[in-house]
């Protein structure tokens, strides 16, 4: 099952998107990130911090193995420097490293994510004695597929019934939290953030079109959305989560809420992307919008460069 | 002149095109391509060769030094091998090196590519004894900008009248041409060789189009245009090299064809790109269809990772 297929491993590029229950102090968060920093042939491409949810997302490219190093050495660091029993924010969370995804890019397989999940899962639970739960594409248990199942009741039901539960027994690793907590690795598909904005102030209008769209009340499949106000008083924003634009493109998307607004006599202002896209999602709305036959991430003059600088794809 | 700012030299990334006179050698081609391929920190993205041409294009990327010495390396080596006085084909050529464009990638200015031409230009003609002709950006003559300009007459012309005309007077190198001719260096913008397929058999529905659009009779600009016909009888291709999309972005030649089109009672079937683009042009059609109010080229993750594995960009 844990088997490593090295044809598909060494013509691979994968990211890793692992969070850290730290939001506040630099030095902390500093650490981890050079921690992961500390491994050639990955790169950190993003960091991002926020102290309301006391909490760093580190967003992490290259081939397999050196992200893989580059995730367990930030999780090593992690349970040295955090402990999750001090910890508060509002984000829920299950450990100091608490949810470590790996997601294919590029023409990467799902199968080389869950095989990267089950080997770096397996390795935090045994030299770092940390619990570990598979979730997404990589979880043995189906009920461990959505992270927020996964998650419930946090850190504080782990210490408290993790050892008499056999329903929160880890796929990996003791039957009981430190310090450290415990940890959720997984592998999905690349997650798209990404918010329209309306030429409205009625938060009503924004509200009801992420409800028209998003998959948990029948709209769109792979799309997580909500309405919100923004810093500007004369417009709401629809802001989403695409989690498989492969089900969903963006132009589907997009599409959509016009439609949704234009029935409610609501113009469409823009589009804004939070972090960034792969390139598949970006070839995607290139091939729809000026309606190419195909176009492949690798018809992109700098991912073709990459792959030959890393050695990867075809 | 010349003066190397290593500033944006370290942070740069660039393209080059280098056009060889020899589609049907593989031998020589297999061994062009190993000179160019031989430079540490630069990669060949792609080999195109015709033999009704009779010509090779390597598409060379990476950053500014070592992308120079693999143009470099590839000329020398197309010197020792290319006879241009025994070669025929359909294109025009002045060398056996005939042409070697620096292009600049991402945020890299035009500057940087000027800066490549002269040197790589300069390197050539005292190291292969070639006659150079800069061209484009990197013209010093008004009258080279233009390649047709540059290459009027070709090699034959050069034999004939290069010693003795003044306007022949190459920029670098001696006033004859050998065996391997004479070389044309440049700087330009990215070139996206792009192609819309209309649902109709008239060829003259294509050619009418062709010219409504094209910068020589009063289109838009940097927009090359003709109108062919394809395999399939049924349907006839707008044939375009978009040689600046800043100033002509995709979308908008799309839009004026699909215009065009409509008011002659045809429907666009589809686009078509030859070769790569650019990641700039790309992230331009994403922001205009998704109506972003900004999407830069490093919103794309895989373009980002670049940047980080080169070391350059911002």
């Not at 598909?8 to 939001?23: I, M, T």
Request: net charge neutral.
């Amino acid at each position: 099952m844990v088997s490593r297929s090295d044809a598909s491993w060494s013509s691979a590029l994968v990211e890793c998107v692992p969070n850290f229950s730290e939001g506040t102090r630099h030095d902390v968060m500093d650490a981890i990130q050079a921690a992961a920093e500390s491994v050639r042939g990955a790169w950190v491409l993003d960091r991002h911090a926020d102290a309301v949810h006391n909490r760093m997302v580190l967003t992490i490219a290259g081939t397999p193995g050196p992200v893989a190093e580059a995730a367990f050495r930030a999780a090593a660091r992690a349970a040295q420097l955090i402990d999750v029993s001090q910890h508060r924010g509002v984000h829920p969370r299950i450990g100091a490293t608490d949810v470590v995804p790996f997601v294919p890019l590029g023409t990467t397989s799902m199968r080389v994510c869950v095989e990267l999940a089950v080997r770096v899962g397996r390795r935090i639970a045994a030299e770092l004695d940390v619990p570990v739960y598979l979730y997404g594409e990589a979880a043995r248990d189906p009920k461990r597929r959505r992270l927020p199942d996964v998650r419930r009741g946090e850190y504080e039901r782990l210490r408290t019934h993790l050892a008499s539960d056999p329903a929160l027994a880890p796929d990996f690793g003791p039957p009981r939290v430190g310090a450290a907590g415990a940890t959720a690795v997984g592998a999905r598909r690349p997650l798209v953030a990404y918010n329209v904005t309306l030429a409205t102030p009625d938060l009503s209008v924004a509200r009801a079109i992420a409800r028209a769209i998003r998959e948990s009340s029948g709209g769109l499949p792979a799309v997580q959305a909500r309405g919100f106000r923004t810093a500007d008083p004369d417009v709401v924003q629809v802001s989403m989560n695409l989690v498989d634009t492969q089900r969903s493109p963006m132009t589907l998307v997009f599409e959509r809420i016009r439609e949704e607004a234009e029935r409610r006599g609501v113009a469409v202002l823009e589009s804004e992307l939070v972090g960034m896209a792969p390139a598949e999602a970006v070839a995607d709305v290139t091939r729809q919008a000026l309606k190419f036959g195909r176009f492949d991430p690798d018809a992109i003059l700098e991912t073709r460069l990459l792959e030959r600088v890393l050695g990867v794809g075809t």
